[in-house]
């Protein structure tokens, strides 16, 4: 099946830090992937849909200039939370959506659990 | 407001029994759905899923049941194993609207015990 690769899987940061978390689709293209963030108990909270090529649309309460995404290829996109704090631990997850021979089932990568100090 | 509700955060099964995760949405433009397991520290794992033109998938000892008029459809597994322990996210979209993301409703934590 399709297989979609997301790193680190845990980050422990000083406050003001940046993280950057790499998400990769590595048998197929994902011209979109999609962001999650999921805090304890809770469901799975959609923060920004990313487009190859273009800017990705964030989810109202998102801070675009604090969560940078970039999807500059078909198959690698990545999410900067930048100068972190403490109520950005989270668990953030990546997705793509599948395309021909998978469908469209999305396809999720394995999380990265951010602590921040 | 959510748009998919699970209402039962946990479930306890004995193995080899039927388990029954129920979910139940509000969104009448939603005609895609799935399910999602996850275990702990991973991504969600794709189970299943159903499109609104049917009342019923089915896939080894998965099934899911859509119920459009009453707009609630859930997943049942049998027979029940230890393994299926984790947490169910019934999720939801509308292919008709483009690429839109899935929502998903906050989980159920299914217990199988031996």
Redesign the interface.
């Known amino acids: 099946g399709a297989v979609v690769s997301q790193h680190p899987s845990r980050v422990i940061c000083k406050s003001g830090t940046s993280v950057k978390i790499e998400c990769r689709s590595l048998d197929f293209q994902a011209t979109t992937m999609f962001w999650y963030r999921q805090f304890p108990k809770q469901s799975l909270m959609l923060m920004a849909t990313s487009n190859e090529g273009s800017k990705a649309t964030y989810e109202q309460g998102v801070e675009k200039d604090k969560f940078l995404i970039n999807h500059a290829s078909l198959t690698l996109s990545t999410l900067t939370v930048t100068s972190a704090h403490p109520e950005d631990s989270s668990f953030y997850i990546c997705s793509a959506r599948g395309t021909g021979r998978v469908g469209e089932k999305l396809f999720f990568g394995s999380g990265t659990q951010l602590s921040v100090l | 407001d959510?748009q998919?509700k699970q209402n039962s955060?946990s479930l306890s099964v004995q193995e080899g029994r039927i388990s029954i995760l129920n979910c139940d949405y509000t969104n009448s433009m939603f005609d895609?759905f799935?399910w999602?397991k996850k275990y702990p520290?991973?991504?969600?794992?794709?189970l299943i899923?159903i499109s609104s033109i049917k009342d019923k998938n089915e896939d080894g000892r998965f099934t899911v049941f859509l119920n459009k008029s009453a707009k609630h459809l859930s997943l049942h597994i049998v027979p029940s194993q230890p393994g299926d322990s984790a947490v169910y996210?019934c999720?939801a979209s509308s292919?008709n609207s483009g690429?839109t993301?899935?929502?998903?409703?906050?989980?159920t934590r299914l217990s199988v015990i031996a």
């Open positions: 959510q998919v955060p895609y799935l999602y520290a991973e991504g969600p794992t794709f899923s996210f999720a292919r690429n993301p899935l929502v998903f409703g906050k989980g």
